[in-house]
């Protein structure tokens, strides 16, 4: 069976420098906020390209604590609209309506399964105050679309690049460095991963930096001196120290990424699975490999017989949710055609290429004129 995604396998070239780092941080005694964030925050803005980092303790938290570092801003007050991509995965929304904030769900793109910029507009309403742009499956939402739509509205645009790391829009520009202030997961399935939950915000904003540095740890400002009602939600040390091990290899292994991308682009031949499309290649980091097709359900069943595991990115939309009930009612058939029609093909380091072909023929050989 070629596995989905084999965790052991992407991180096994690490396990030497792992295992130097955890004795080094075991030695160091300093568990919490010790050398590992300082110097992964500092190198992670640095490759970022932003001014400040802000290690937290997932990615979901790095959303939530933006929010809430802009309700102190009083740049957002409770109750005030937030445009988010229908189709993207939940924690997006759920950081909007955690922070008492309101979700607008808005229509995503079919060719880039990205937010459709022609379809914000009417979304927009005298409390509208923010987009949240989501590179989903690891390619760049429409930059120069969402940056204009946000000044001429007067919007914060905030991006959520949990799946985009590296993801470069221009030599000088990457993601988590295109937008007022940008979200990020190192998940141990992302294309950064630790081995654990953690994450972190990046920003230009030296106002919002300082708030969310407090936010994360209790609001406090020293030991016992507590200025904000914070939370708990720093990034582990040892995470840390793991992600920087990591971090130096990022680019290639997005190269990589790319790479195995590239030759299913090159190599699936049917006319009946729709390919995933992009405009530029280095906008996309290829979290996921996501084709499209009318008999997903048949293929799916077909490729795990012939012994290759696929994913559904995602089975249910937010609306369908129980969780968001409220939002039953709304209707968005284009978000509800990708549940039906997506499939996630393995892609990750550690696929051999005889498994990558081995893949290919077999989608290849699918009978599709039965
Ligand atoms: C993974 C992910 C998150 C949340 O990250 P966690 O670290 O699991 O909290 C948020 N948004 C998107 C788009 C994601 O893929």
Redesign the pocket.
């Known amino acids: 069976m070629i596995k989905f995604l084999d965790l052991k396998l992407i991180n096994k070239p690490f396990e030497n420098e792992f295992k130097k780092e955890f004795n080094s941080f075991l030695n160091s005694g300093n568990y919490i906020l010790g050398d590992g964030v300082l110097k992964f925050e500092e190198e992670f803005s640095s490759y970022c390209g932003t001014k400040y980092c802000i290690g937290t303790?997932?990615?979901?938290?790095?959303?939530h604590l933006i929010f809430e570092g802009y309700k102190v801003l009083e740049k957002l007050n409770q109750g005030d609209e937030v445009i988010v991509p229908a189709n993207?995965?939940i924690?997006?929304v759920l950081?909007v309506s955690n922070s008492g904030l309101k979700p607008v769900l808005v229509e995503p793109d079919l060719n880039t399964y990205n937010i459709d910029v022609s379809k914000i507009e009417q979304a927009i309403t005298s409390k509208t105050k923010a987009i949240l742009g989501?590179?989903?499956y690891g390619q760049l939402y429409n930059v120069q679309g969402l940056e204009r739509i946000c000044k001429q509205n007067n919007l914060l645009l905030i991006e959520?690049a949990?799946?985009a790391h590296g993801a470069q829009f221009t030599d000088s520009r990457k993601s988590g460095n295109l937008s007022d202030a940008a979200?990020f997961?190192?998940?141990p399935?992302?294309n950064l991963g630790a081995l654990g939950?953690?994450?972190a915000i990046t920003t230009n904003d030296e106002e919002l930096a300082e708030i969310i540095f407090k936010l994360r740890n209790y609001g406090r400002v020293s030991t016992y001196s507590n200025e904000l009602k914070g939370y708990n939600s720093r990034l582990d040390e040892l995470q840390a120290t793991f992600l920087r091990v990591k971090l130096k290899h990022l680019d290639a292994l997005n190269q990589k990424r790319r790479e195995i991308a590239q030759y299913y682009i090159e190599n699936i031949t049917s006319k009946d699975i729709i390919l995933p499309p992009f405009n530029n290649i280095k906008q996309h980091v290829f979290?996921q490999f996501v084709i499209r097709s009318k008999r997903r359900d048949e293929l799916k069943k077909y490729l795990y017989n012939n012994g290759v595991e696929t994913l559904i990115h995602y089975p249910i939309p937010i609306h369908k949710q129980m969780a968001y009930k409220e939002f039953k009612c709304i209707e968005l058939p284009v978000t509800e055609i990708i549940p039906n029609e997506v499939l996630s093909l393995p892609l990750y380091l550690g696929l051999t290429k005889s498994e990558i072909s081995k893949i290919v023929s077999i989608v290849n050989l699918f009978k599709w004129n039965r």
Do not use: E, I, M, P
Not at 57 to 63: H, I, Y
């Open positions: 303790g997932n990615g979901l938290d790095a959303l993207t995965y924690a997006s950081a989501v590179h989903l959520d949990a799946q979200a997961s190192f998940y399935t992302k939950d953690a994450g979290h």
